[in-house]
């Protein structure tokens, strides 16, 4: 079992680029959680989904991110027209599925943009 | 809403002694998850140990063990015959007992250094 596989590990974008980040999440687990963590604000929910359909983005800045999970092997969170303010490292999470399980994080994606 | 606080922003002991940080949460559920994980310096994620809150026994995992205080909505990690390895950032979190009520929410995390 490889964990949770986040790739790519760092990015770099311009302003106003678009970045794509992505997650495989381990086989069998059908929650998946994508989590921002930065200095200022910890780590910070943005969405997830629950074999594969996607139940609460409430976390999600409206314009610019947008998730999906188009099976059960994967999942991408893509960011549009990056702005400095979204440099963070952005983790991915999968869990069983009930309610006292604990997650296992990925090793996270660093995006800095410049 | 959820709230999970840690006040302690860091800690400093020596090695082979006792730590304990603190954590508090507010909810409205009668019935939730607490859990605590430790954030390495390569920036792995590790969950540690976790609360159910209808349990009265404090769970204990390996040298981690809880101080669980439901009236005072806290719930304490100790680390027990520290080792200069645990040094890291731990992270304490809560999910309700709800359905859709999924998602994990994070403290802001105590950052522990254990001295030689």
């Known amino acids: 079992n490889a964990g949770v596989i986040q790739t790519p590990r760092h990015k770099v974008t311009g302003k106003g680029q678009e970045a794509t980040l992505w997650c495989e999440p381990i086989?069998?687990?059908?929650?998946v959680f994508w989590y921002r963590q930065t200095i200022v604000q910890g780590l910070e929910f943005l969405t997830y989904f629950r074999n594969q359909a996607p139940i609460d983005d409430s976390g999600m800045p409206k314009e610019r991110f947008s998730a999906q999970m188009p099976n059960q092997s994967h999942s991408t969170l893509k960011i549009q027209s990056t702005q400095p303010q979204d440099s963070a490292v952005y983790l991915c999470?999968?869990?069983?599925?009930?309610?006292?399980?604990?997650?296992?994080f990925g090793s996270g994606t660093r995006l800095l943009v410049i | 809403a959820q709230k999970v606080t840690q006040t302690q922003t860091s800690i400093s002991v020596m090695e082979k002694t006792t730590v304990t940080m603190d954590c508090v949460y507010e909810t409205r559920d009668s019935s939730y998850f607490l859990f605590w994980y430790k954030q390495t310096a390569s920036g792995e994620i590790v969950f540690l140990i976790r609360?159910?809150?209808?349990?009265?026994e404090n769970a204990t995992e390996g040298h981690y063990s809880l101080n669980f205080q439901k009236p005072k909505s806290s719930i304490g990690l100790i680390i027990t015959a520290t080792q200069i390895e645990d040094s890291a950032v731990y992270f304490c979190a809560m999910r309700e007992n709800t359905e859709g009520a999924d998602r994990l929410t994070f403290g802001k995390g105590t950052q522990l250094i254990i001295q030689p």
């Open positions: 609360q159910d809150s209808y349990k009265k």
């Open positions: 999470a999968s869990s069983p599925g009930q309610r006292n399980s604990d997650y296992t």
């Open positions: 086989s069998g687990h059908s929650a």
